[in-house]
């Protein structure tokens, strides 16, 4: 049983993803049930997956012929499998995913009471977290395409899925088109490094990559795809959209799929073209990319007047910041000031999709309470919804990141890390905290005080089973807020170790040194 | 899990900063308690402070839209670009991912 | 020269799918380059998997005097292809699908006039 | 961490916070009233007296603490509460005379800077929740004029900072090593020219750190009557004060512990007791020029910006400034590596 977890993984999600039309036609009621059971099991498997890989090192898993030979003729030492490889920062990914997904589907239950077709609404849930943690887990270049793509298309489609509004349909068909796009250039890149090293294992491909002119242009390209994927300026535009449009159980999902795709950025620079690949200009162009990200993101977040809009420009500087620990890091190496900065990133990376998560589920009440998104028709919330103005309250320190709250400790450590590269990194990252400050002081002003607007004088608290997933990210920010250090020995390291043992990656499947 | 953390140029431990705050709290609530507690309600006293025959005051308290303004004024010309760039055309959207890909391409070969 | 053709080809159909993404302004014809750029994709995942002369490694049914593995091609392309085209049909369908629902709310296709979400 | 230590640690910083409150309180109070009469004596008037700011918070604690009907009154009493224990908690970071600082291996310069924004902030939300549109369109000011003050402030300690790690210095961000290591001893003619800009850069971005005239457009008495105070009063108007004053010393105190670390007692080769009274009374004269040049003269001598102007001022005036003392410094390092001086 435990060394099947990380099929299990990936089939049990699927199979519900599946069973759920089936499960619908039976009751409503039963359908909720199962789905809650189902993210249950989903979220124990990956909790014992990660202590697995904590334990015991990298878990590899093998679909298929596990020794070359077994299913090809002995002179051809091609296996031919498709192999899961699980180290300590696949595991964290993990662990950012299902408190997304856990808390999104917690969140969805009581959200969607009238709303049609939420079979397919939960199919497509399950089958974009398969999609996430199949991109987080697989060991293989291929089966990483099929992840992103499985995972675009059932985000798209949830994303469209409240065809009532038009918005939505806009905001579905951009992610899909320029996240297709994105997956093209992915898959050529694939075909690009297969037809020179005949091998789409990450590991193997780590090895065998030297520094030729095709594989500098698939670095590029798969750079260009992970990048977009991950909503970095100027190729961010889909996400505002996407996010601001989207529910906010499918928006934690897909903040979960963004994340994954920042996995894949780290999983290819540092354990696939790190040190074979020498591309002078790459760490100042990927920073140059994080600061103005930065900019963008917060400054345009200060004039957006749509609620979720001006929380989705926030998550574009977040993801920013991710990136500019990534950039400091590839720049000075994983050393020094460098492992600082990408220790910090990778704690960002956990803290961010708590923060963002908790924010848009706090929007998710109020529109649930008011029907309305627009900050101009908004305010006085906080006497009725009082619960939902502290807990946003909390996300509002935790996003800008006031101590003592989570998003302090890893912007702390991207900024005292990155100033020893050049001051101006940390200068621009600490002007955009405040002026993410300042957009959350505005949507708080504008949504939960001032005078109370008479037509909002009945909008309440949302239901109790809708505050618990709110108040256990609340609980996780402060947690996290106070123990940083916790977190960092438990789940950060572990993440950042495997990223300088590229080698022990590779060992692990090929063998040797 | 009490350590705190050191960043190679500085630390932070949440438990100690917690710690004093609350005791700071403690010693400003305990200052506050000094001064004198609640107020008689009699008059326009609760009212806002404002001049004018003002019936509602919803309608004349300032709008989301409007906050901020002097930071926007000021950076008028940036925003104008930027609202140019955030055009929300798809072929945009695709048109940047492009650039950025060509970039590194020329980058690369130049 | 002859064998670099399909290359050529994967080259102009990426070309010509990224034109028609990017300065085409009805969605069906944005849809459509997107469609044409996978196929360039497709094609070069397949021209990669050719070998001069080889044959399909089914055991059962190979000609005489094959040389086991000399002349066998290792089907990986092909099956990449077989993926690539499904999950290409699944991509194609849902953005028609939307188009569709866009085209019932807009009442238009043109991609300058779809942008409610900008700034 | 051991538990001698853990438990030491929070001996100290409980002690520390008691001591610093009565200190910083006092202290802040005594230097408003030092401001005040310094600037009515130029502008050729006779003042109110040293004491007059303690009689202030005196009478406003007997003052009636009217919560208005459009306030959310849980945020609208907590805001002045968080204020001040934050401007106190601030104190414990920052060195007071020669003393190291109570908590100095606990944070450091960016802790410091992000606490300097928590009395800010709960002056805004405390406005925004008060619901008056004076108070709003004043509370909405401030939040600007931290984004304002927020660059160049970031530009003038990271620089500094950047430079003492160039140096050599272990650990810069900390306090403690700024304090031992001043930034003078460690940068050549270049480097000096560099710090002095940068020093007037800070001095500059004090008053609006303090929102001091002439960058008061929050509160601008005459425009908006008070801006985010106006519906404060009482005891909650008191506190506001009293974080005022303790945020004035504190800022005061990192321009010091940055630029200013030098102490009598090592140049007079005094030890023991004396020597931290000397230092002390020493500290406090340092206190009294950075307040009587950052915040005195500034405010009697300027007036009043528009909130647009406050904005072009911080973010093109001066951070053009500040950006010069860091080129500035990163020639200096240059010239340091290459051996030119």
Redesign the interface.
């Known amino acids: 049983m435990i060394q099947h977890l990380p099929a299990l993984i990936i089939a049990l999600p699927l199979l519900t993803a599946f069973l759920m039309p089936l499960i619908g036609r039976i009751s409503p009621t039963f359908r909720k049930l199962f789905a809650f059971i189902m993210i249950f099991l989903v979220a124990i498997i990956g909790i014992l997956l990660v202590h697995e890989v904590h334990s015991k090192g990298i878990i590899l898993y093998t679909f298929g012929a596990p020794q070359p030979g077994e299913t090809t003729p002995s002179s051809l030492k091609i296996p031919v499998r498709i192999i899961f490889e699980i180290d300590g920062l696949g595991a964290f990914m993990v662990i950012v995913s299902i408190i997304l997904a856990f808390t999104a589907m917690f969140y969805a239950l009581p959200y969607f009471k009238e709303e049609r077709g939420l079979d397919r609404f939960y199919a497509l849930l399950f089958l974009l977290l398969a999609g996430i943690l199949g991109m987080e887990l697989t060991g293989d270049m291929f089966n990483f395409f099929v992840f992103l793509e499985i995972a675009s298309i059932s985000a798209s489609a949830l994303i469209a899925f409240c065809i009532d509004r038009s918005e939505t349909l806009e905001a579905g068909i951009k992610y899909l088109a320029i996240s297709s796009i994105g997956a093209l250039f992915f898959l050529l890149s694939v075909g690009l490094l297969y037809g020179e090293y005949d091998a789409l294992n990450m590991a193997m491909l780590a090895k065998s990559i030297s520094n030729t002119f095709i594989d500098k242009m698939a670095l590029i390209l798969i750079l260009g795809a992970l990048l977009m994927k991950a909503g970095i300026a100027p190729m961010h535009m889909w996400l505002p959209d996407a996010y601001a449009e989207a529910s906010p159980p499918v928006t934690l999902c897909v903040i979960a799929a963004t994340q994954a795709s920042m996995y894949g950025l780290l999983r290819m620079i540092f354990t696939i073209f790190h040190p074979s690949i020498d591309i002078a200009f790459l760490p100042a162009l990927i920073i140059a990319l994080s600061l103005i990200t930065i900019g963008i993101g917060a400054t345009m977040t200060l004039i957006q007047n749509r609620l979720t809009r001006a929380i989705a420009f926030a998550g574009v500087a977040e993801m920013g910041y991710i990136l500019l620990g990534v950039g400091t890091a590839m720049y000075a190496g994983i050393k020094g000031y460098g492992e600082v900065a990408l220790e910090g990133a990778i704690f960002h990376v956990l803290n961010d999709a708590i923060d963002m998560g908790l924010l848009f589920l706090v929007a998710g009440s109020v529109y649930l309470a008011t029907r309305e998104l627009d900050m101009n028709n908004l305010g006085g919330l906080a006497r009725r919804m009082r619960f939902t103005a502290i807990t946003f309250l909390i996300a509002l320190l935790a996003s800008s990141g006031m101590p003592p709250m989570n998003g302090f400790a890893s912007k702390l450590l991207i900024y005292e890390s990155t100033y020893a590269l050049n001051p101006i990194l940390s200068i621009i990252a600490i002007l955009a905290s405040i002026l993410m400050l300042a957009i959350f002081v505005r949507i708080f002003y504008s949504v939960f005080l001032g005078p109370e607007l008479p037509n909002l004088r009945d909008a309440r608290d949302p239901p109790v089973l809708m505050l618990i997933p709110m108040l256990i990210l609340s609980i996780l920010i402060i947690f996290l807020g106070i123990f940083p250090s916790y977190a960092i020995d438990k789940l950060v390291d572990p993440a950042v170790r495997s990223l300088i043992d590229a080698k022990g990656y590779v060992s692990a499947v090929i063998g040797g040194g | 899990m009490l350590e705190r953390i050191f960043t190679g140029s500085g630390f932070w431990n949440p438990l100690i900063w917690l710690i004093a705050f609350v005791v700071s709290i403690l010693i400003v609530l305990i200052l506050r308690s000094l001064g004198r507690p609640g107020f008689k309600r009699e008059g326009d006293k609760t009212k806002p402070f404002l001049c004018g025959n003002i019936k509602d005051i919803e309608t004349i308290s300032p709008r989301s839209e409007n906050l901020y303004w002097g930071f926007r004024e000021s950076l008028k010309g940036y925003y104008k670009v930027m609202e140019r760039f955030h055009s929300g055309d798809i072929r945009d959207y695709i048109f940047w991912f492009i650039f950025v890909i060509v970039l590194l391409f020329l980058m690369e070969v130049l | 020269m002859i064998q670099n053709l399909p290359y050529i080809a994967v080259a102009l159909l990426i070309i010509i799918g990224l034109y028609a993404t990017i300065f085409k302004k009805n969605l069906i014809k944005i849809i459509m380059g997107i469609t044409i750029l996978e196929s360039g994709v497709n094609l070069f995942l397949i021209t990669l998997g050719y070998r001069k002369g080889a044959v399909a490694p089914i055991y059962t049914n190979l000609p005489e005097g094959t040389k086991v593995p000399q002349s066998l091609t290792f089907p990986v392309p092909q099956a990449l292809t077989l993926t690539s085209i499904v999950i290409g049909v699944a991509v194609l369908a849902l953005m028609l699908a939307i188009a569709v629902q866009i085209y019932r709310k807009y009442r238009t296709l043109d991609v300058t006039k779809i942008r409610r979400l900008r700034g | 961490?051991e538990v001698t230590e853990?438990i030491s640690?929070?001996t100290r910083?409980?002690l520390?916070?008691?001591v610093l409150?009565l200190v910083s309180i006092i202290l802040g109070l005594f230097y408003k009233g030092v401001d005040r009469k310094i600037a009515a004596h130029m502008q050729a008037r006779v003042g109110p007296p040293i004491r007059q700011p303690f009689r202030d918070v005196i009478k406003?604690?007997?003052?009636?603490?009217?919560?208005?009907?459009?306030a959310?009154p849980w945020?609208f009493n907590l805001s002045?509460?968080?204020a001040?224990?934050?401007s106190?908690?601030m104190m414990?970071y920052l060195p007071v005379g020669d003393i190291k600082p109570m908590?100095s291996?606990?944070?450091?310069?960016?802790?410091i800077?992000?606490?300097l924004?928590?009395p800010s902030?709960c002056l805004?939300?405390g406005g925004?929740?008060s619901?008056?549109?004076?108070a709003?369109?004043g509370?909405?000011?401030e939040?600007?004029l931290?984004?304002?003050y927020?660059?160049p402030l970031?530009?003038a300690v990271?620089?500094v900072?950047?430079r003492l790690?160039e140096a050599g210095i272990d650990?810069?961000?900390?306090l403690s090593s700024i304090m031992e290591n001043p930034i003078w001893n460690n940068v050549g003619i270049l480097g000096i020219i560099g710090c002095i800009i940068l020093l007037i850069a800070l001095v500059i971005v004090t008053p609006g750190e303090l929102s001091k005239v002439p960058f008061d457009?929050p509160e601008a008495e005459t425009e908006i009557?008070g801006g985010l105070l106006?519906?404060y009063s009482?005891?909650n108007l008191?506190?506001f004060y009293?974080a005022d004053a303790v945020k004035t010393l504190a800022m005061a105190t990192l321009i010091i512990a940055i630029f200013f670390p030098y102490n009598l007692s090592s140049l007079l080769s005094i030890s023991g007791y004396p020597a931290y009274a000397l230092d002390f009374l020493f500290y406090l004269f340092k206190l009294f020029l950075v307040i009587l040049l950052s915040v005195t003269l500034i405010r009697v001598a300027v007036a009043r910006l528009?909130?647009?102007?406050?904005?072009?001022t911080y973010?093109i005036s001066v951070v053009l400034l500040s950006l010069i003392g860091?080129v500035l410094l990163m020639f200096d390092r240059l010239a340091c590596l290459k051996g030119w001086y």
């Open positions: 961490m853990l640690l929070i910083s409980i520390g916070t008691i409150a406003l604690f007997t003052k009636e603490n009217i919560v208005p009907d459009d959310i945020l002045p509460v968080i001040l224990s934050a106190i908690i414990l908590l291996t606990e944070g450091d310069l960016i802790l800077l992000y606490l924004l928590i902030l805004v939300i925004f929740s619901g008056s549109p004076f709003t369109v509370a909405q000011r939040m600007v931290m984004m304002s927020e660059f970031a530009i990271i620089s900072v950047w790690r650990v810069p961000f900390s457009a009557a106006v519906e009482g005891r008191a506190l009293l528009k909130i647009d102007q406050l904005v072009s973010w860091l």
